[in-house]
């Protein structure tokens, strides 16, 4: 089982056959297939991490991408990027220690406005790459909280340098600095599960939401390679579109 792309159709193979609402245990991981607009990402989290250790999240970057996710999703339904985003970081509001978020250099500096408005403090951003070759903007932001993460005064003003370095290793660098082990990491934009594997290698415990199913299915390969076991263990409430 590998969830590969098939190019002809533009869509992922679903090995795992993922349908929309599952909820996967992988090991001690849960994955779920939902909606962030439809409120699956609430569920997820008030399910099984009601306040997360680390957020990190690479969302659709702005409107055209986010649209495009959810008609290869089968959802063809457009996407009003800046409500879309805005429930995004209420959702990193959970979280006891520092959310990271990827996005394109177009879209950063309103992502710092938003979080700010919001209440969150931005603490850095750094100039990454994706794919090696284009630039793009990695965001760290922290949110008040009763009960904070017990990194959050020794990282607060952190020496770790992320400039220049591509976004397929920064979420390993950023789990291994700002969390411990045994903290649970949670991402509301999965993909195909880079940050899920990360996490499993640093001995952390991964929570996420994706929306496609096929892309799903990747995750769920990706951390069974590593010897895990990955069974559907229940589904999330159907509400009204």
């Known amino acids: 089982m590998t969830g590969k792309l098939n190019k002809s159709r533009g869509e992922y193979k679903n090995e795992w056959g993922v349908k929309p609402r599952d909820v996967w245990q992988i090991g001690d991981h849960i994955i779920a297939c939902g909606d962030i607009e439809l409120g699956h990402a609430d569920w997820v989290l008030d399910h099984f991490c009601p306040n997360p250790d680390m957020t990190y999240i690479d969302p659709p970057w702005g409107p055209a991408l986010a649209t495009g996710y959810r008609t290869k999703a089968r959802m063809p339904r457009k996407v009003d990027y800046w409500v879309f985003m805005r429930r995004i970081l209420t959702l990193t509001s959970r979280t006891r220690g520092d959310v990271f ?115 799903l299915s990747e995750s769920i390969q990706k951390l069974v390679l590593t010897g895990l076991q990955a069974r559907k263990i229940g589904e999330i409430p159907q509400r009204d579109q």
Request: glycine fraction near 6%.
């Open 101 to 215: 978020l990827e996005n394109g250099i177009k879209w950063t500096e309103q992502m710092k406005a938003e979080a700010v408005e919001l209440g969150a403090e931005v603490l850095n951003d750094w100039t990454t790459t994706y794919y090696k070759r284009s630039p793009s903007k990695l965001i760290r932001i922290r949110w008040p909280s009763d009960d904070p993460h017990p990194l959050r005064e020794s990282t607060k003003l952190s020496p770790v340098e992320f400039e220049g370095m591509d976004d397929e290793d920064t979420p390993f660098w950023a789990i291994r600095k700002f969390s411990n082990e045994g903290d649970t990491i949670f991402d509301c934009c999965t993909g195909q599960g880079l940050t899920a594997a990360d996490s499993d290698s640093l001995k952390r415990k991964f929570v996420g939401l994706e929306l496609h199913p096929g892309r």
